[in-house]
């Protein structure tokens, strides 16, 4: 390529450059966490590898500008006076240029919170920039500026190249258009071709579609105003009322939906399980549904890390590739924030799977896109796991819910703490800012409802495809959460996982519904997610899973019987600042507890790719340490290891929900007899690591 003709792929190679110096300036010199320990545990390697495939399309871009540039030249090159000739390297600069602004402005208008730390958090000319542009813009009219744009230019540049070649260079041109122009309808139409003849349409064997949202909590997933399509979905289903997850955490919430075991028993307690942790074994439901003859489909944004690197059996993954990708992702898109936003295909997150990890850049459209292309392609019925994250931390609403004006205008006005993922948690952790203010509290409630509402927008359009593809007569849609969240309730915190007192992120959604087959009613009986495997191998007339501890849920949806309840111990995860949680959650100064992030807590698994693990030597104290609830009936019993032993409280949860008012005077017989019931049904599940009560 000549000098002159490379002009807009060096402008291209320098906005990377720009954002990439950005962003190992930051990771070399900074003292922040994620940079202290990108450079400890080695992961700069994989940050430069991450970093260099990004550079991709701004080639692209910048190629597509000097053809377009140079095929203009051509069409006036009669005219050698002419501006098109004497000025060409400047017009492919200025295409490049113009590209380059056209994505940043698509990323502040469709996925704001992805350039909420370069623009809004800064204030004054930044801040009012992105404002105007919310304001002014939206998606559909700058897509179609886009391609008109492109179309024009694309269609002016062709005319040159006609112009200027020869015969046999036109044949071949001819040639290459016309392939793209049958090859993009064929990639783009194919999938839907097949949907009228799918094989899946045997009513003995129904698809299943499970929809997983993270942190998402009853009370919204019922909340027509928040979720309409959710709680319409709820509205023709079994909705079991009082559903909880065993752990508030991802991973081992996870674990326990595809094993229906406990925590303590499949040995998955935190964020960051070691090797022998994350083999789940043959006995999951993916396992299962594969050996009858199920296509076994696992499709998230940044949260769904869990549903690959548990090896669970899912043949089919569209998921972030590990807990390393995300942290790696999430420093190089603060360089190139605009990139996720402008590459929302399936195909592209297949060829840059780092889109799949973006936080900020999370948009819900683009698992329900990977998700339907999926099915589709799917030759048999499928059993496809859909996971949503954008209610997750730190709260990310996209367009046209991002721009629900509720009157703030502070730093937090499209995400919680822009910029920062294991920040972001930290922030969550300790939210201490968030709860001395009013303003700041009502704007993370905003924009958890705003998070929530973009995600129900794209399960609307879910099952809108399910339902145009002739599915939804036969298939079992379930959808739940992980875990819930707290929005600050009672006095308590953001986040989730963290306490088992003013604490509601236990509780989940959980509704199936099968048309024709399951009439909708509500079940009271306390449920876990341990019954949702067991219960939809029993809708399936499949075998159970060996060894499970979840309970078959399948007769109380059809309405025959009622299935008792039974003790449940449920228990925190872990703590990001462990010393300073354990301090707000148990002021006694006795509380049991283990290293911080920065002190040793973490360390670094190798292999393709490396993982991310608790430190051996510290698992052993983080278990130790965990909180616990014994619910049984109405009752609530909490469990405070210290070092002088167990503290207990009791709660009725069904009068107090977040647990707020300890009933230990008033009933000791019962706090005594759910003291045994804890130890007998923790001796159950082979827990090793609860200590003895205190003194009395």
Same mark, same amino acid.
């Given at each position: 390529?000549?000098?002159?003709?490379?002009?807009?792929?060096?402008?291209?190679?320098?906005?990377?450059?720009?954002?990439?110096?950005? *962003?190992?300036? /930051?990771?070399?010199?900074?003292?922040?966490?994620?940079?202290?320990?990108?450079?400890?545990?080695?992961?700069?390697?994989?940050?430069?590898?991450?970093?260099?495939?990004?550079?991709?399309?701004?080639?692209?871009?910048?190629?597509?500008?000097?053809?377009?540039?140079?095929?203009?030249?051509?069409?006036?090159?009669?005219?050698?006076? @002419?501006?098109?000739?004497?000025?060409?390297?400047?017009?492919?600069?200025?295409?490049? *240029?113009?590209?380059?602004?056209?994505?940043?402005?698509?990323?502040?208008?469709?996925?704001?919170?992805?350039?909420?730390?370069?623009?809004?958090?800064?204030?004054?000319?930044?801040?009012?920039?992105?404002?105007?542009?919310?304001?002014?813009?939206?998606?559909?009219?700058?897509?179609?500026?886009?391609?008109?744009?492109?179309?024009?230019?694309?269609?002016?540049?062709?005319?040159?190249?006609?112009?200027?070649?020869?015969?046999?260079?036109?044949?071949?041109?001819?040639?290459?258009? @016309?392939?793209?122009?049958?090859?993009?309808?064929?990639? *783009?139409?194919?999938?839907?071709?097949?949907?009228?003849? /799918?094989?899946?349409?045997?009513?003995?064997?129904?698809?299943?579609?499970?929809?997983?949202?993270?942190?998402?909590?009853?009370?919204?997933?019922?909340?027509?105003?928040?979720?309409?399509?959710?709680?319409?979905?709820?509205?023709? @289903?079994?909705?079991?009322?009082?559903?909880?997850?065993?752990?508030?955490?991802?991973?081992?919430?996870?674990?326990?939906?595809?094993?229906?075991?406990?925590?303590?028993?499949?040995?998955?307690?935190?964020?960051?399980?070691?090797?022998?942790?994350?083999?789940?074994?043959?006995?999951?439901?993916?396992?299962?549904?594969?050996?009858?003859?199920?296509?076994?489909?696992?499709?998230?944004?940044?949260?769904?890390?869990?549903?690959?690197?548990?090896?669970?059996?899912?043949?089919?993954?569209?998921?972030?590739?590990?807990?390393?990708?995300?942290?790696?992702?999430?420093?190089?898109?603060?360089? /190139?924030?605009?990139?996720?936003?402008?590459?929302?295909?399936?195909?592209?997150?297949?060829?840059?799977?780092?889109?799949?990890?973006?936080?900020?850049?999370?948009?819900?459209?683009?698992?329900?896109?990977?998700? *339907?292309?999926?099915w589709r392609r799917a030759r048999g019925p499928f059993f496809a796991t859909v996971f949503y994250d954008n209610p997750h931390l730190p709260y990310v609403p996209v367009w046209p819910d991002s721009r629900r004006d509720n009157g703030y205008r502070g730093p937090n006005r499209y995400t919680l703490l822009s910029g920062g993922l294991v920040e972001q948690i930290h922030e969550g952790e300790s939210a201490a800012r968030t709860r001395e203010s009013e303003l700041e509290r009502g704007n993370a409630r905003g924009l958890y409802d705003d998070a929530v509402r973009s995600v129900d927008r794209s399960i609307g359009r879910l099952l809108a495809k399910l339902d145009r593809d002739g599915l939804t007569d036969n298939t079992v849609v379930v959808l739940l959460a992980d875990h819930g969240e707290n929005l600050l309730d009672d006095g308590g915190a953001l986040s989730h996982g963290e306490a088992i007192e003013r604490d509601r992120s236990n509780a989940v959604p959980w509704t199936i519904a099968w048309p024709g087959r399951l009439p909708p009613r509500d079940i009271a009986t306390p449920v876990l997610l341990t019954d949702v495997a067991p219960t939809i191998l029993s809708l399936l007339a499949l075998p159970a899973l060996p060894d499970s501890d979840g309970v078959d849920r399948a007769s109380a949806a059809r309405g025959i019987g009622t299935d008792p309840d039974r003790p449940t111990i449920l228990e925190t995860g872990m703590w990001f600042v462990a010393r300073a949680s354990v301090a707000r959650l148990d002021p006694s100064g006795r509380g049991l507890t283990y290293p911080d992030f920065d002190q040793g807590l973490l360390g670094m698994e190798p292999g393709s790719p490396p993982h991310v693990v608790v430190a051996p030597e510290q698992r052993a104290a983080l278990v130790r340490a965990k909180h616990r609830r014994l619910e049984w009936g109405p009752y609530a019993l909490t469990y405070r290891p210290r070092t002088t032993g167990a503290a207990f409280s009791l709660y009725r949860r069904d009068l107090d929900p977040g647990l707020t008012r300890d009933l230990s005077a008033e009933e000791p017989e019962k706090r005594r007899e759910l003291i045994a019931m804890f130890y007998d049904e923790a001796r159950r599940l082979g827990e090793t690591e609860v200590i003895p009560p205190e003194a009395e």
């Open positions: 390529m000549r000098k002159r003709h490379a002009a807009p792929v060096l402008v291209a190679l320098a906005a990377w450059g720009a954002g990439t110096a950005a *962003v190992l300036r /930051h990771v070399l010199l900074e003292d922040d966490f994620v940079s202290a320990e990108i450079r400890r545990h080695g992961v700069l390697a994989p940050l430069v590898s991450t970093l260099i495939e990004l550079a991709i399309p701004y080639v692209v871009l910048g190629l597509f500008a000097t053809w377009s540039a140079r095929g203009l030249a051509k069409l006036a090159q009669d005219r050698p006076s @002419s501006p098109l000739v004497r000025h060409e390297p400047w017009i492919g600069a200025g295409i490049a *240029v113009a590209g380059l602004a056209g994505a940043f402005t698509a990323a502040a208008v469709e996925r704001p919170a992805a350039l909420a730390g370069l623009l809004w958090r800064r204030g004054g000319i930044a801040r009012g920039v992105q404002a105007g542009l919310e304001r002014a813009l939206s998606p559909a009219s700058l897509s179609g500026v886009a391609v008109l744009a492109a179309t024009i230019l694309a269609g002016f540049a062709f005319a040159g190249w006609w112009k200027s070649s020869s015969r046999g260079g036109r044949r071949a041109a001819l040639v290459t258009v @016309s392939s793209v122009a049958l090859l993009v309808p064929i990639l *783009v139409f194919a999938p839907r071709l097949r949907r009228g003849s /799918h094989p899946a349409a045997d009513p003995g064997r129904p698809n299943v579609l499970l929809i997983v949202v993270d942190s998402l909590r009853p009370d919204r997933a019922l909340d027509p105003r928040v979720a309409p399509n959710l709680a319409a979905l709820a509205a023709r @289903s079994v909705r079991f009322r009082d559903a909880r997850t065993p752990c508030a955490l991802t991973y081992p919430a996870i674990a326990s939906l595809l094993t229906g075991k406990h925590p303590v028993r499949h040995g998955v307690r935190d964020l960051y399980p070691d090797a022998s942790a994350r083999d789940l074994g043959e006995d999951t439901l993916p396992h299962a549904l594969d050996r009858a003859g199920y296509r076994t489909i696992a499709v998230g944004g940044y949260c769904a890390t869990p549903l690959r690197e548990l090896d669970s059996g899912y043949a089919v993954q569209a998921t972030p590739r590990s807990e390393v990708d995300l942290i790696v992702s999430s420093v190089a898109f603060r360089g /190139h924030p605009w990139l996720p936003a402008v590459l929302p295909f399936p195909w592209a997150r297949t060829l840059f799977p780092q889109l799949r990890a973006a936080v900020e850049g999370s948009h819900p459209g683009d698992v329900t896109q990977e998700a *339907v292309a999926a």
